[in-house]
T-cell receptor, first 114, second 110 residues
Framework: KAGVTQTPRYLIKTRGQQVTLSCSPI?????VSWYQQTPGQGLQFLFE???????NKGNFPGRFSGRQFSNSRSEMNVSTLELGDSALYLC?????????????FGPGTRLTVL | KNEVEQSPQNLTAQEGEFITINCSYS?????LHWLQQHPGGGIVSLFM???GKKKHGRLIATINIQEKHSSLHITASHPRDSAVYIC????????????FGKGTHLIIQP
C-alpha cells in the first residue's frame, strides 16, 4: 500500500508570493490533516478535511486555506507569504476524522520564505 | 484548549538502558498519540491509545485517564531509537484537531 505523498518536497519563495502544497493520502483514507512545524512553536494543527469538507481549523490567519478533492487528495494554499511562514508542512491521512484513528504522515514540504 | 506537557525535553542514555518519556495533558481526551520523528522530518505513528496499555516490540505505551498522564517506555534501548518522541492528544469530539507536546529529544549512545 503506497504511503502518503507530498509535493513538492522543498520550496523557496519570496515574501508576498503565494504557494500551493499537495498531499495524496493513503488509498481509502478520507481524512487529511495539515500541520505546520517550526523550531519555535513545534507542531501545530492547521486544518482537517474529511470527504471534501473542512471539518476543523486551527488558529491560523485566513491566508492559510485548503481544499480536498473527490479522490481525497488535498491542497493547502498560503497567500501573501511572510518570513514566519518558513516551516515544515506535514499532512497526515487517516480512516476516520478528528484524530480518533492512527495518523499516517507524509514526508513533508519544507518551505523557505526569503 | 488542551495543554500538553512532555518530560524530559532532552534525554541521553547508554545503549541497553530502559527509557521512560512522560506526557501530561490538562483536559479530558478521546485519544492520545505517540509519534516518532527522525532527523529529516519524517514522522511515524507509534501508538494511539485511549485506555490501558499497548506494546509493540520493545516499545510500551500506557495511559492513565484519571490522572491525565501517559508514558512511553523503550526497553533495551538501541542507537537507532535516537529520535524526537512527540505526544499528541485529541480532545473529546475532535473539534480542534491534534494538540502536540514539544517533544522529547532522545539520544542513545553506543
Amino acid at each position: 500500500k503506497a504511503g502518503v505523498t507530498q509535493t513538492p518536497r522543498y520550496l523557496i519563495k519570496t515574501r508576498g508570493q503565494q504557494v500551493t502544497l499537495s498531499c495524496s493520502p493513503i488509498s481509502g483514507h478520507r481524512s487529511v490533516s495539515w500541520y505546520q512545524q517550526t523550531p519555535g512553536q513545534g507542531l501545530q494543527f492547521l486544518f482537517e478535511y474529511f470527504s471534501e469538507t473542512q471539518r476543523n481549523k486551527g488558529n491560523f490567519p485566513g491566508r492559510f486555506s485548503g481544499r480536498q478533492f473527490s479522490n481525497s487528495r488535498s491542497e493547502m494554499n498560503v497567500s501573501t507569504l511572510e518570513l514566519g511562514d518558513s516551516a515544515l508542512y506535514l499532512c497526515a491521512s487517516s480512516s476516520r476524522a478528528g484524530g480518533r484513528d492512527e495518523q499516517f504522515f507524509g514526508p513533508g514540504t519544507r518551505l523557505t520564505v526569503l | 484548549k488542551n495543554e500538553v506537557e512532555q518530560s524530559p525535553q532532552n534525554l541521553t542514555a547508554q545503549e541497553g538502558e530502559f527509557i521512560t518519556i512522560n506526557c501530561s495533558y490538562s483536559v479530558g481526551i478521546s485519544a492520545l498519540h505517540w509519534l516518532q520523528q527522525h532527523p529529516g522530518g519524517g514522522i511515524v505513528s507509534l501508538f494511539m491509545l485511549s485506555s490501558g496499555k499497548k506494546k509493540h516490540g520493545r516499545l510500551i505505551a500506557t495511559i492513565n485517564i484519571q490522572e491525565k498522564h501517559s508514558s512511553l517506555h523503550i526497553t533495551a534501548s538501541h542507537p537507532r531509537d535516537s529520535a524526537v518522541y512527540i505526544c499528541a492528544v485529541n480532545s473529546g469530539g475532535g473539534a480542534d484537531g491534534l494538540t502536540f507536546g514539544k517533544g522529547t529529544h532522545l539520544i542513545i549512545q553506543p
